[in-house]
């Protein structure tokens, strides 16, 4: 190709270097037609020997006019004369003017010519001999003139062809050598033509050659732009697999997205360089971290501060191993955290983090609740029994090292059930906080539930310090509590219970001091007691008694007695009280004062006492003269809130009228102003029920009470009235009771009236009426009608 071009170069010289040759030659041409015209057509030489011929044959015809016979005549020398003026034109005009301005005699001469020709115009208009004379005089003088003017021309015309000779003689050698080198040039043009020829020949074999591969590459190129369109199609439909891969890919990043940052836990996804691929909202916002610094490829290092860096140190080291762990952390900010953590093949970690302090602090508050009484924050019974079963196992075999106390709250039972739950509880958290004062330090009190509590005393206790802690129990429990603007007095009974000795185990050491508090209650009220063998026989005793109880009421071994009331002043039967019995099979009779208290204890009395009520009615709606029957009721019946329909159920089941059902009340029951208890009683005593206050005197503020509840009945205790006919205070007491129920318009019956001495003595102070041995004890339904007509006949024998 670089010879081609080199080629193509000096063709592109030779053809200018012809161009330019034949455009000199063309002038070369052109100039020597000038010399040619100049010499030919315009030549001076000639042009002045013309002139002078001319002259010289106008004279001639103007001389030949003068003569008769010649036959010259006007007309030719007229055109004569004309053919001169025409010369006179050509030497004013031209080359030959250039000629004439050389000189000053030959423009002198040309002038003088043509003032002549001038001055001879009219002597040639009017043709004369004599006018030819003077023709030829004036064009004489203009002979020599114009022959002079000749040969100056004729030798500059020689100078002048000398020198276009010699100019001539130039120019073809010039255009020889011209020729020659257009013929050199022609020469070297074909060489380079038939070289060029010979380079395109072969430019055009390797064209073929290139062709053909060309070809096979344009082959190669359709068959690799086939494939690369096959491939296209292809990548196409993967590039359409990848865009809906895409929108796929991006639903499941919004998906996950959404799933990340709602989730309640937190999520850390790191690297192997531990630097954060992932995190969502919930770990920024568990931890504090702005999302501009938790952005993909931060550096756990530069995000982690002092709050959770030891954090971090403990999952780089958990991560560095092939397990995975949960665990839980306490951050600086006291703030704990539940993490997750799953090592990853490249060093990292994908954990969760979940915010476990409100669930931790629930757990610990519900674990100290499962093991603190709720009221007074002691320890309870599940407590208790670890401390003694770690006891236990501290002191392996030893006799005394450790002893249980146990103890319940006397009349809590009812300072509960009369002054409410509410002064209940206050005056079991006073109790704790007393007890807790009346131990040693390293003792522990706990409350077992209701006003059951224990003491595990250890330090290998003698018994004499023993005493001194059951001592100093019993007395600060015996001492009044002050409680709502109340002093509330209650008391309590401990029982001992030594380690080992006692008892290897919590059971057996518990149960021996609850039959030690028990033998201690049964001696009587304040007082501790050390747990005895026979003690258990007692224990079994009573369990036996309230299994037997359970079993009476199914058996139908309870039976109600009645005892009358007789008015004093009619002396007649008015009301009989109802009275329940239990005649065992084995033991026969068993008192009421034995196992009522049972029947409380164990809530049997509220379905017994429904079952003496509806045996009451049942045998009062049976009794003549409208004799009301007395039920006794306990505060554990009044508590029931279904008690009053069971009264209406009573009495519509038996079709005793209302006012013939008299309620006993105890004062314990009444101490209180217990609202649900008093809206039960003026509930009954709206439907016409009557109401009585039992036992009056023997309580606490009795008089109080009369105040709160518009009773229909005081009975007084049988205590003021045994003794009244010999000890004044007793007579005192039941006369102002009988002139107090006088003056509230109340009915006053005397109990345990038993001789005719107290009969006089209670009638003498005004009481209503009277029950009591001296009518008639207690006797069975069937037996009253014997009553009737017994105390019929004392009355009329009165």
Known sequence: MLKMRKIETLLGAVLVGLVLSALYVSSLIVEQQNLIRQTARYNVTWLASQSVVELQRFQERVASFSIPSSKVDADEIALRYQILLNRLSLLSSGEFEEFVNQGADRRATVDEFRQALAEIEPWVDHLTPENAARIRARLAPLDQKMSSLAAAANRISGDQVDGDQRELLSLHWFFSGIIVTLVLMSLGLVLLLHFRNRLLNHAHREMHVLTDGLKEAKGELERANEDISSKNDSLKNQNEMLVLRDIELRTQNQRFDAALNNMSQGLLLVDGEHRLIVCNERFRQMFELPASSTKPGASLTTVADERFAALLAHQKAIASGPR??????????????????????????????????????????????????????????????????????????????????????????????????????????????????????????????????????RGYPDLDELRRIATRIVERMGQPFRIAGRDIRIGTCVGIALAIKDGSDCDSLLRHADMAMYAAKNTGRGTYCFYEAPMEEQIDARRALEDALRRALQENELEVYYQPIVNLKRMEIVSFEALLRWTHPVRGAISPAEFIPVAEETGLIVTIGEWVLRRACADAAQWPNGTRVSVNLSAVQLRNDDFAQIVFSALAASQLPAHRLELEITESVLLQDSDATLAVLHQLRRFGIRTCMDDFGTGFSSLSYLRSFPFDKIKIDRSFVKDMHVQEDCRAIVTSIAHLGQSLNMTTTAEGVETREQLEAVMAVGCTEVQGYYFGPPTPAADVAQVFSRLEKMRLAA
């Open 324 to 457: 995975s762990a949960t665990f839980s952390f306490e951050l600086a900010a006291g703030t704990v955290c539940s993490v997750s953590q799953q090592p990853m093949p490249d060093g990292g970690w994908v954990a969760t983090y979940e915010d476990v302090t409100e669930r931790r602090r629930s757990e610990e508050r519900i674990a100290y609740m499962a093991h603190h009484d709720a009221l007074t924050d002691l320890p309870n019974r599940a407590q208790f029994r670890e401390h003694l079963e770690r006891a236990l196992e501290l002191h392996q075999g030893e006799v005394g090292s450790f002893a249980v106390l146990y103890l319940d709250l006397d009349r809590f039972k009812t300072v509960n059930d009369t002054l409410g739950h509410e002064l209940g509880d206050a005056l079991l958290k006073s109790v704790s906080v007393r007890l807790k004062k009346a131990v040693r330090g390293s003792d522990i009190v706990s409350r077992f539930g209701g006003d059951e509590f224990a003491v595990l005393c």
